[in-house]
């Protein structure tokens, strides 16, 4: 279960968001994404010897592309949008239900 102490770098969740991706992190460098009006945060989650998941803000390369594409798909149909890009996915595109559960709570915490 995350715990406050458990977060690097904190992102307060707002009702800033339109839309939050669980996926592979994205690359907001892309061709698609110039000239976009989108703002996207990222988070990091990583598992450590304990079980608990960390994050870390503007970090989330995406070197599978899943998330980058996933991103495009949902930038190209929106206009003006927020996006959270909680990166969960890193060599493979599995994680663990417990991690997937804290993730969702972590993103449902209430202030």
């Avoid at 594409?69 to 239900?97: C, G, H, P, R, W």
């Avoid at 559960?101 to 972590?106: H, M, R, S, T, V």
């Amino acid at each position: 279960m995350c715990t406050q102490d458990d977060y690097i770098g904190r992102i307060e969740m707002k009702d800033k968001y339109d839309v939050v991706i669980i996926d592979s992190g994205v690359n907001i460098d892309h061709p698609f994404f110039k000239d976009k009006n989108i703002m996207i945060d990222e988070v990091e989650f990583h598992y450590n010897e304990n079980g608990i998941y960390k994050y870390k803000t503007n970090s989330c390369n995406d070197r599978i592309g899943h998330g980058t594409a996933v991103t495009s798909i949902i930038v190209e149909n929106m206009q003006n949008i927020s996006v959270l890009m909680i990166k969960a996915f890193f060599a493979e595109m599995y994680i663990d239900e417990d991690a997937l559960i804290d993730i969702l709570n972590w993103i449902n915490r209430k202030e």
